[in-house]
Protein backbone atom coordinates (compact mmCIF):
# COMPACT_ATOMS: atom_id res chain seq x y z
CA UNK A 1 0.00 0.00 0.00
CA UNK A 2 1.65 3.44 -1.30
CA UNK A 3 2.30 5.87 1.83
CA UNK A 4 3.43 9.09 2.06
CA UNK A 5 4.51 11.00 5.53
CA UNK A 6 4.89 14.40 5.39
CA UNK A 7 6.96 16.95 8.06
CA UNK A 8 6.60 19.01 9.95
CA UNK A 9 3.25 19.42 10.33
CA UNK A 10 3.36 22.88 10.92
CA UNK A 11 6.00 25.63 10.13
CA UNK A 12 6.31 28.97 11.32
CA UNK A 13 9.08 31.14 9.70
CA UNK A 14 9.85 35.11 9.70
CA UNK A 15 10.03 36.53 5.78
CA UNK A 16 13.06 35.70 4.29
CA UNK A 17 13.84 32.13 6.57
CA UNK A 18 13.75 29.78 3.80
CA UNK A 19 13.40 26.42 4.76
CA UNK A 20 12.66 23.01 3.83
CA UNK A 21 9.99 20.47 4.00
CA UNK A 22 9.93 16.66 3.52
CA UNK A 23 8.26 14.30 2.02
CA UNK A 24 8.64 10.51 2.70
CA UNK A 25 7.03 8.09 0.68
CA UNK A 26 6.57 4.34 0.10
CA UNK A 27 5.14 3.25 -3.08
CA UNK A 28 5.08 0.18 -6.15
CA UNK A 29 6.66 2.02 -9.03
CA UNK A 30 7.00 5.74 -8.65
CA UNK A 31 5.18 7.18 -11.59
CA UNK A 32 5.51 10.35 -10.42
CA UNK A 33 5.59 12.59 -7.23
CA UNK A 34 3.39 16.11 -7.18
CA UNK A 35 3.96 19.08 -4.75
CA UNK A 36 0.66 21.00 -4.37
CA UNK A 37 -0.34 23.89 -2.66
CA UNK A 38 -3.90 24.61 -0.97
CA UNK A 39 -5.26 27.56 0.55
CA UNK A 40 -7.96 27.43 3.34
CA UNK A 41 -11.24 26.22 1.70
CA UNK A 42 -9.46 25.88 -1.74
CA UNK A 43 -8.82 22.89 -3.86
CA UNK A 44 -5.17 22.02 -3.96
CA UNK A 45 -3.20 24.25 -6.85
CA UNK A 46 -0.52 22.16 -8.57
CA UNK A 47 2.97 23.18 -8.52
CA UNK A 48 5.57 20.37 -9.37
CA UNK A 49 5.69 16.71 -10.62
CA UNK A 50 8.56 15.10 -10.48
CA UNK A 51 9.51 11.78 -12.12
CA UNK A 52 12.61 9.77 -11.27
CA UNK A 53 15.84 10.44 -8.51
CA UNK A 54 17.86 13.38 -8.66
CA UNK A 55 15.35 15.58 -10.51
CA UNK A 56 14.53 19.10 -9.50
CA UNK A 57 11.90 21.73 -11.08
CA UNK A 58 12.23 25.00 -9.91
CA UNK A 59 9.20 28.05 -9.90
CA UNK A 60 9.59 31.42 -8.02
CA UNK A 61 10.75 30.84 -4.34
CA UNK A 62 10.32 27.05 -4.51
CA UNK A 63 12.11 24.50 -5.49
CA UNK A 64 11.82 20.66 -5.14
CA UNK A 65 14.08 17.49 -5.33
CA UNK A 66 13.22 13.97 -5.62
CA UNK A 67 15.64 11.04 -4.19
CA UNK A 68 14.26 7.18 -4.33
CA UNK A 69 12.78 7.47 -0.68
CA UNK A 70 11.76 11.27 -0.18
CA UNK A 71 10.79 14.61 -1.87
CA UNK A 72 11.96 18.05 -0.42
CA UNK A 73 10.37 21.25 -0.98
CA UNK A 74 13.03 23.84 -0.47
CA UNK A 75 11.53 27.28 0.22
CA UNK A 76 14.05 30.36 -0.35
CA UNK A 77 13.55 33.98 1.00
CA UNK A 78 9.58 32.75 1.77
CA UNK A 79 6.82 35.69 1.58
CA UNK A 80 3.57 36.33 3.31
CA UNK A 81 1.58 35.21 0.27
CA UNK A 82 3.42 31.28 0.43
CA UNK A 83 1.37 30.92 3.47
CA UNK A 84 -0.11 27.98 3.00
CA UNK A 85 -0.84 23.71 3.30
CA UNK A 86 1.75 22.26 1.15
CA UNK A 87 0.56 18.92 -0.18
CA UNK A 88 2.99 16.07 -1.44
CA UNK A 89 1.36 12.90 -3.35
CA UNK A 90 2.52 9.97 -5.10
CA UNK A 91 0.80 8.04 -8.01
CA UNK A 92 2.10 4.46 -8.53
CA UNK A 93 3.37 2.36 -11.95
CA UNK A 94 3.07 -0.63 -11.23
CA UNK A 95 -0.33 -1.49 -10.62
CA UNK A 96 -1.45 1.62 -13.47
CA UNK A 97 -3.50 3.56 -10.54
CA UNK A 98 -4.34 6.75 -11.58
CA UNK A 99 -5.51 8.25 -8.22
CA UNK A 100 -3.22 10.35 -6.56
CA UNK A 101 -1.94 9.17 -2.82
CA UNK A 102 -1.47 12.24 -0.46
CA UNK A 103 0.27 13.02 2.41
CA UNK A 104 -0.92 15.04 5.55
CA UNK A 105 0.46 18.25 4.34
CA UNK A 106 3.12 21.07 5.95
CA UNK A 107 1.14 23.78 7.14
CA UNK A 108 3.22 27.21 6.63
CA UNK A 109 2.96 30.47 7.99
CA UNK A 110 5.03 32.84 6.98
CA UNK A 111 5.16 35.94 9.10
CA UNK A 112 5.78 39.37 7.64
CA UNK B 1 -7.54 29.99 -15.46
CA UNK B 2 -10.06 27.26 -14.16
CA UNK B 3 -9.20 23.79 -15.49
CA UNK B 4 -11.98 22.23 -13.29
CA UNK B 5 -15.00 23.80 -12.30
CA UNK B 6 -17.01 22.33 -9.22
CA UNK B 7 -21.01 23.69 -8.10
CA UNK B 8 -21.39 24.35 -5.74
CA UNK B 9 -18.89 25.59 -3.54
CA UNK B 10 -20.92 25.32 -0.41
CA UNK B 11 -24.11 23.89 0.65
CA UNK B 12 -26.36 23.09 4.14
CA UNK B 13 -28.71 20.15 4.14
CA UNK B 14 -30.45 19.50 6.66
CA UNK B 15 -30.01 15.42 8.18
CA UNK B 16 -31.76 12.86 5.86
CA UNK B 17 -32.08 14.63 2.51
CA UNK B 18 -29.93 14.31 -0.55
CA UNK B 19 -27.34 16.96 -2.39
CA UNK B 20 -25.56 16.31 -5.59
CA UNK B 21 -22.50 18.21 -6.37
CA UNK B 22 -21.43 18.93 -9.90
CA UNK B 23 -17.61 18.45 -11.51
CA UNK B 24 -17.14 19.25 -14.92
CA UNK B 25 -14.03 19.69 -16.88
CA UNK B 26 -13.51 22.66 -18.87
CA UNK B 27 -12.23 22.59 -22.45
CA UNK B 28 -11.21 18.69 -22.26
CA UNK B 29 -12.41 15.85 -22.02
CA UNK B 30 -11.97 13.92 -19.38
CA UNK B 31 -13.37 9.95 -18.88
CA UNK B 32 -11.95 9.65 -15.47
CA UNK B 33 -12.34 12.04 -12.40
CA UNK B 34 -11.53 11.57 -8.98
CA UNK B 35 -13.73 12.34 -5.67
CA UNK B 36 -11.47 12.90 -3.08
CA UNK B 37 -12.81 14.20 0.54
CA UNK B 38 -10.94 16.09 3.43
CA UNK B 39 -12.00 16.80 7.07
CA UNK B 40 -10.43 19.79 9.05
CA UNK B 41 -6.31 19.50 8.81
CA UNK B 42 -6.32 16.44 7.51
CA UNK B 43 -5.36 14.98 3.94
CA UNK B 44 -7.17 14.49 1.11
CA UNK B 45 -9.04 11.13 0.92
CA UNK B 46 -9.68 9.32 -2.41
CA UNK B 47 -13.69 7.91 -2.63
CA UNK B 48 -14.15 7.34 -6.12
CA UNK B 49 -13.19 7.02 -9.46
CA UNK B 50 -15.45 8.24 -11.84
CA UNK B 51 -15.90 6.34 -15.27
CA UNK B 52 -17.49 8.11 -17.96
CA UNK B 53 -19.76 5.99 -19.41
CA UNK B 54 -19.61 2.60 -16.39
CA UNK B 55 -19.65 2.30 -12.89
CA UNK B 56 -17.41 4.17 -10.41
CA UNK B 57 -14.67 2.66 -8.58
CA UNK B 58 -15.04 2.92 -5.07
CA UNK B 59 -12.41 2.80 -2.28
CA UNK B 60 -12.19 0.39 0.48
CA UNK B 61 -14.83 1.55 3.16
CA UNK B 62 -16.60 3.98 0.95
CA UNK B 63 -20.64 3.23 0.31
CA UNK B 64 -21.17 2.92 -3.09
CA UNK B 65 -25.45 3.70 -2.04
CA UNK B 66 -24.56 6.78 -0.02
CA UNK B 67 -22.35 8.40 -2.52
CA UNK B 68 -23.95 8.07 -6.01
CA UNK B 69 -21.70 8.83 -8.77
CA UNK B 70 -22.99 9.55 -12.36
CA UNK B 71 -20.66 10.37 -14.78
CA UNK B 72 -22.57 10.73 -17.79
CA UNK B 73 -20.66 12.70 -20.14
CA UNK B 74 -16.95 13.26 -21.08
CA UNK B 75 -17.16 16.78 -19.07
CA UNK B 76 -19.48 16.16 -16.22
CA UNK B 77 -19.55 13.98 -13.45
CA UNK B 78 -21.86 14.01 -9.96
CA UNK B 79 -21.36 13.46 -6.36
CA UNK B 80 -24.93 12.67 -4.42
CA UNK B 81 -24.74 12.46 -1.06
CA UNK B 82 -27.89 9.90 0.04
CA UNK B 83 -29.56 10.48 3.42
CA UNK B 84 -26.60 13.10 4.44
CA UNK B 85 -25.98 12.92 8.19
CA UNK B 86 -24.02 15.15 10.18
CA UNK B 87 -20.91 13.00 9.78
CA UNK B 88 -20.99 13.46 6.19
CA UNK B 89 -20.07 16.93 6.69
CA UNK B 90 -16.71 17.33 5.15
CA UNK B 91 -15.25 19.05 1.97
CA UNK B 92 -15.67 17.55 -1.35
CA UNK B 93 -13.35 17.52 -3.94
CA UNK B 94 -13.14 16.58 -7.45
CA UNK B 95 -10.21 16.56 -10.07
CA UNK B 96 -9.35 15.34 -13.68
CA UNK B 97 -6.48 15.40 -15.72
CA UNK B 98 -6.15 16.59 -19.48
CA UNK B 99 -4.04 14.45 -21.57
CA UNK B 100 -0.18 14.80 -20.36
CA UNK B 101 -1.11 17.03 -17.76
CA UNK B 102 -0.89 16.95 -13.84
CA UNK B 103 -4.65 16.02 -11.72
CA UNK B 104 -5.87 19.36 -11.58
CA UNK B 105 -8.59 20.08 -8.84
CA UNK B 106 -12.20 22.13 -8.26
CA UNK B 107 -12.02 24.03 -5.61
CA UNK B 108 -14.26 21.86 -3.45
CA UNK B 109 -18.00 21.68 -1.75
CA UNK B 110 -18.00 22.42 1.38
CA UNK B 111 -20.98 20.49 2.60
CA UNK B 112 -22.44 21.19 6.41
CA UNK B 113 -25.55 18.36 7.15
CA UNK B 114 -27.48 20.14 10.69
Known amino acids: EDQVTQSPEALRLQEGESSSLNCSYT??????LFWYRQDPGKGPEFLFT???AGEEKEKERLKATLTKKESFLHITAPKPEDSATYLC?????????????FGSGTRLQVQP | GAVVSQHPSWVICKSGTSVKIECRSL??????MFWYRQFPKQSLMLMAT?????????EQGVEKDKFLINHASLTLSTLTVTSAHPEDSSFYIC??????????FGNGTRLTVT
Open chain 2, 95 to 104: SARRTNSPLH
Open chain 1, 27 to 32: VSGLRG
Open chain 1, 50 to 52: LYS
Open chain 1, 89 to 101: AVQEGDTGRRALT
Open chain 2, 27 to 32: DFQATT
Open chain 2, 50 to 58: SNEGSKATY
